[in-house]
């Protein structure tokens, strides 16, 4: 193959996965900048079975609702430990059941669970953070893709250990305890999901979707995802929340299309 189209399709393909992620805010708004220009950059393409690129024009939204009365939030002391308290001026409260003013739940991993076998994606080069601020983990509920690099940073004058309970792929439970401490690990299987937590504040938890392609996101404060970027297909769609566990809906898109599904999760 000649070196400029691959190079250009190399180009292409970091650009498509960084819309599938969705994971954080700048992928979000470049979605959204490039969603115009997108069809017809991916037609020129070069067709490459044996590494299939999130290439595709289909894509699967929708929303996450609640329903019911949520759990009050249980509060998160931080007396014992002076440099997380010092933090905080306004109460924390456990991220685990968060219901947005609009009725949707907040927190919710959402990702293609079925319909993409026999395709294979490459990591994305750019890396997924987890960071340790004011003794809560940011983000608490993300995804990353199998062989991506996972930048582990404390932002915190403390002790923290990063305990992370994976299953499919190696374990690791490490120590940070300075200030501006980074850690890059990454994960060899899918695993949904794999719980981290820190021993020394034990209010913190983090959960991480382990995933072999890009197609997956998390609900925030609109409780909406969006899966772009995907080939035309049938696919089952998994939504997972850490207190109301899983959820699949099955959905037919073509080219071009966008499907929709929405998840409902009630209140126990
Ligand atoms: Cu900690």
């Not at 907040?106 to 953070?129: D, I, R, W």
């Not at 404390?154 to 300075?178: E, G, I, M, R, Y």
Request: glycine share 8%; charged share 15%.
């Amino acid at each position: 193959m000649a070196s400029a189209p691959r190079a250009q399709f190399v180009t292409l393909a970091a650009l498509v996965v960084a819309i599938g992620c969705g994971g954080g805010k700048p992928q979000e708004a470049s979605a959204k900048s490039n969603t115009a220009a997108r069809p017809l950059q991916l037609a020129q393409a070069p067709e490459d079975p044996a590494t299939a690129q999130p290439s595709g024009s289909a894509a699967i939204t929708g929303r996450v609702a609640f329903s019911g009365a949520p759990p009050a939030a249980e509060r998160v002391k931080m007396d014992a430990d002076p440099q997380c308290a010092l933090q905080h001026t306004d109460a924390v409260h456990k991220p685990e059941v968060v219901v947005n003013a609009n009725g949707t739940l907040k927190h919710v991993f959402v990702y293609v669970q079925q319909g993409l076998e026999g395709k294979s994606f490459a990591a994305p080069a750019s890396a997924a953070t987890l960071n340790q601020h004011g003794c809560m983990y940011e983000p608490h509920v993300f995804g990353v893709q199998v062989g991506q690099e996972l930048s582990i940073v404390n932002s915190d004058a403390t002790l923290h250990n990063v305990n992370c309970k994976a299953t499919k792929s190696k374990p690791f439970n490490l120590a940070q305890p300075t200030k501006g401490m980074k850690t890059s690990k990454q994960f060899a299987a899918p695993e949904i999901m794999v719980k981290c937590v820190c021993n020394v504040h034990p209010w913190m938890a983090a959960y991480i979707g382990v995933v072999a392609h890009p197609y997956f996101a998390v609900t925030g404060d609109e409780g909406t995802f969006s899966l772009a970027g995907l080939p035309a297909g049938t696919y089952t769609v998994a939504a997972w929340h850490e207190k109301y566990g899983e959820q699949t809906q099955t959905v037919t898109v073509g080219d071009g299309e966008t499907g929709s599904v929405a998840f409902e999760f009630k209140a126990q």
